[in-house]
């Protein structure tokens, strides 16, 4: 069974060809989303492989990354789109609040 998968809009499609598979990501936009907040960027993507190496559950394709500040290296992944979307909207809180100064 193949784990890549392409997007049709904001729906991710199994595709069984490698050659197809190639080819879409050569031209594909795959950022779900990008945010700056102060000098730390929070990237959320979608990923094309399946990232859930279990047996179960539903494939994981997307991707939020933090890169910079507190929270330098953090992720979180997700099996939708609209989760992608929500995730990365947490985490851009997450990462506004770790630049706070602590008290």
Avoid at 1 to 29: H, N, R
Avoid at 58 to 71: A, C, Q, W
Wanted: charged share 20%; aromatic share 10%.
């Amino acid at each position: 069974m193949s784990d890549k998968y392409i997007l049709d809009g904001q729906t991710p499609v199994l595709c069984d060809d490698l050659l197809t598979w190639a080819k879409w990501f050569e031209t594909a936009k795959c950022h779900v989303a990008k945010t700056t907040v102060g000098d730390v960027e929070v990237s959320t993507v979608f990923l094309g492989v399946n990232y859930n190496f279990r047996e179960s559950g539903p494939p994981i394709l997307f991707e939020t990354m933090v890169f910079g500040g507190r929270l330098n290296q953090e992720q979180d992944h997700y099996a939708t789109w609209q989760e992608a979307k929500q995730g990365h909207q947490a985490m851009v809180e997450r990462a506004t609040h770790a630049q706070e100064p602590q008290p």
